[in-house]
């Protein structure tokens, strides 16, 4: 089992930033990527930033050249860091491990972009 804790969400401004953290407890030997996925209300859940074991990263259109994920192996923690938050980043923010088999998410943090 994965233990996922996610921090670092709240209110801010368009324009502002924030840095999502997501630490994993557990069998974090058999994590093959982490990822940050968002769901904002009456819309499905979609995917942000991806990064795998080997280091190699994914974004979605919207966010590249904004957001940025990385990790600190030491830690066992990933980051996303969003820049330049629009409005239509609200969202609660997932975190998610992926393992062989199973997926493993985090508790959500909610992000609010308004002035």
């Known amino acids: 089992q994965v233990q996922l804790v996610e921090s670092g969400g709240g209110l801010v401004q368009p324009g502002g930033s924030l840095r999502l953290s997501c630490a994993a407890s557990?069998?974090?030997?058999?994590?093959?990527?982490m990822g940050w996925y968002r769901q904002a209300p009456g819309k499905q859940r979609e995917l942000v930033a991806r990064?795998?074991?080997?280091?190699?990263?994914k974004y979605r259109d919207s966010v590249r050249g904004r957001f940025t994920i990385s990790r600190d192996n030491a830690k066992n923690t990933v980051y996303l860091q969003m820049n330049s938050l629009k409005p239509e980043d609200t969202a609660v923010y997932y975190c998610?491990?992926?393992?062989?088999?199973?997926?493993?998410w985090g508790q959500g943090t909610q992000v609010t972009v308004s002035s």
């Open positions: 998610n491990a992926e393992l062989a088999t199973l997926d493993y």
């Open positions: 557990g069998s974090i030997f058999g994590i093959n990527a």
């Open positions: 990064i795998n074991s080997g280091g190699g990263t």
